[in-house]
């Protein structure tokens, strides 16, 4: 019998953890020996849940997406609590923080990404060039950035501890930052009870995803919620204070560029995530905004190493590519994306040690969905929605025309709903939706299929209207349309699911995984449990 493939999986997060379990098959067939290393000392979690978490309305338990004793019952060596400190390309070999040392024929990274810490003064941020890493890579590999106290980021569950005390308490938490994360923090701390100011230098919040008007109502939305907001003021410093006995200097206000003083009780950053490449530029890997890889997730630098998830950049290599000191792109940064590339590697690794040809193709980077997941909120948007219904789109002077663009835009600000629709040739290529769930499901289908909406757009506009019932340009219910992005789940397998037993929007998840990603899709889970459950039985919600 051939000797099992060795792979090592560094970085045990909810991507780490899928490639993990999808290679169980082989780890009990002997076929592959895999070691897994995570440096935080719990089972895996889904992250994107972690700002649920913190203000109490989920627990671990829930956030849980693998536990790391049943891997070891399979076979497996994991060592949690404890990171990789170097990668020894030529001999094969990683060596850890507790000294141990594990060989490999394949090595992936799937270390995900850290939170960005702005330039502010009074804050430190520590670069992390490869001359600082050689210097003081042992230091800036099993940690982030110290930060003072009463400033915090939101990644892992030590930051959600933090963030909890003061919901708990009812203070005053100024969030810094108006993306998808720092907002659905902002209004779930407002509901339970925290005062939150949300600061941003940008025009609207969400700016990449939501044009001016979307923006607009969203903002209105969030006053509403009970969150304040202050856009265009640029952070340039926060100022401390001392409490009582403690002498330790403490966050006590945010100042502006334009001259505002911000008090609050906690600093939460939330200015995006960078790619943790730290140990790849140790190892001499290419590295742009992650770890570079090709469309097959291998490393340009090296075909025995891999990279999935938010650590993973991928372009095709090409000669043209290759030399270029800047490269193009990010890693996706969400969590859908991610679980198909470890589906994918999984299965593309057993398919070798089987002796098998590879037949799937490797996963297609596509335009990704955002939804802004918070009660009484609701916003989705996809692709680029800056044209305007007035904008002329100048001639196309060579090449194929698939179409001219169009268009269409809905506002009531007064109700707080919004909507904008771009299509080309009458297939919708991005599109807003702001307070109109509804019609924002009925667009992610469409746009996920690259259907052609119909020629009167204001049908879909009454998918949130009385008369929602005959409204439907598609079947919404239709077996193969999809319910859960992340996962991919159709409404067939969530019927399915239904009728094997499934009572609540939890079973549900368990049995399908429908609902464990970003969490955008689980009322529209409940919608399909009331739909398909026995009349005699009452699907719960939870």
């Not at 050689?134 to 230091?139: A, V």
């Not at 009454?462 to 992340?486: E, I, K, N, Y």
Request: hydrophobic share 40%; proline share 6%.
């Amino acid at each position: 019998m051939m000797a099992a493939e060795r792979v090592v999986l560094v970085g045990f997060g909810p991507v780490g953890a899928r490639f993990a379990e999808q290679l169980l098959p082989e780890v009990r067939a002997e076929r592959i020996a895999l070691t897994v290393v995570g440096l935080e000392p719990v089972d895996a979690y889904n992250r994107v849940l972690v700002a649920d978490y913190a203000v109490g309305h989920t627990d671990l338990e829930t956030m849980t997406v693998a536990s790391s004793g049943e891997l070891a019952g399979a076979g497996v060596v994991v060592r949690l609590g404890t990171g990789v400190t170097a990668i020894d390309r030529a001999g094969r070999t990683v060596q850890l923080a507790t000294g141990e040392e594990f060989p490999y024929d394949r090595l992936v990274l799937a270390t995900g990404a850290r939170a960005n810490v702005p330039t502010l003064d009074g804050v430190q941020k520590i670069r992390r060039d490869s001359r600082t890493l050689e210097k003081y890579g042992s230091t800036l590999l099993s940690g982030d950035d110290p930060l003072p106290a009463g400033v915090t980021v939101l990644r892992d569950l030590a930051d959600a501890d933090t963030v909890r005390g003061v919901v708990r308490d009812a203070k005053r938490i100024v969030v810094l930052g108006a993306g998808v994360l720092g907002l659905e923090i902002a209004l779930a701390a407002a509901r339970e009870g925290a005062e939150v100011c949300v600061v941003h230098h940008g025009p609207v919040p969400m700016p990449r995803n939501l044009d001016r008007g979307g923006g607009t109502v969203l903002a209105a939305a969030l006053r509403r919620a009970g969150v304040t907001v202050i856009g265009q003021s640029r952070a340039e410093a926060i100022g401390f204070r001392t409490d009582g006995d403690d002498a330790t200097p403490h966050f006590g206000f945010l100042t502006t560029a334009d001259g505002k003083k911000i008090p609050g009780d906690l600093l939460l950053l939330s200015c995006g995530v960078s790619a943790r490449t730290d140990l790849a530029i140790l190892a001499g890997l290419r590295v742009g905004a992650g770890i570079v890889v090709g469309r097959d997730l291998r490393s340009w630098s090296d075909d025995a190493v891999y990279a999935i998830g938010d650590c993973a950049q991928v372009l095709e290599p090409t000669e043209e590519l290759r030399l270029q000191k800047v490269l193009p792109g990010t890693p996706s940064g969400l969590i859908g994306p991610g679980w198909a590339q470890a589906d994918w590697l999984a299965e593309r690794f057993a398919d070798e040690v089987r002796g098998r040809v590879a037949e799937a193709a490797p996963p297609a980077e596509r335009v990704p969905i955002v939804m802004l997941k918070a009660e009484g909120v609701d916003v989705v948007a996809a692709g680029d929605v800056a044209g305007e219904p007035w904008d002329e789109e100048p001639p196309r002077c060579q090449g194929h025309d698939p179409g001219r663009r169009s268009v269409a835009q809905w506002a009531d600000p007064e109700h707080g709903r919004y909507v904008k629709m771009v299509t080309r040739g009458g297939v919708l290529e991005a599109f807003v939706c702001v307070g109109m769930p509804r019609t924002a499901a009925e667009l992610a289908m469409l746009f996920e299929r690259r259907s052609e909406l119909p020629s009167d757009r204001s049908i879909l506009l009454r998918l949130d209207g009385p008369d929602s019932a005959t409204a439907s340009a598609s079947d919404v219910f239709a077996p193969t349309a999809t319910v859960c992005w992340c996962n991919g789940v159709t409404v067939a397998a969530i019927e399915e699911s239904v009728a094997s037993g499934s009572t609540t929007v939890a079973c549900v998840g368990k049995d399908t995984r429908a609902g464990t990603g970003c969490g955008g899709c689980k009322r529209r889970i409940g919608e399909l449990l009331s739909r398909f459950a026995d009349p005699q039985e009452v699907p719960v919600a939870g």
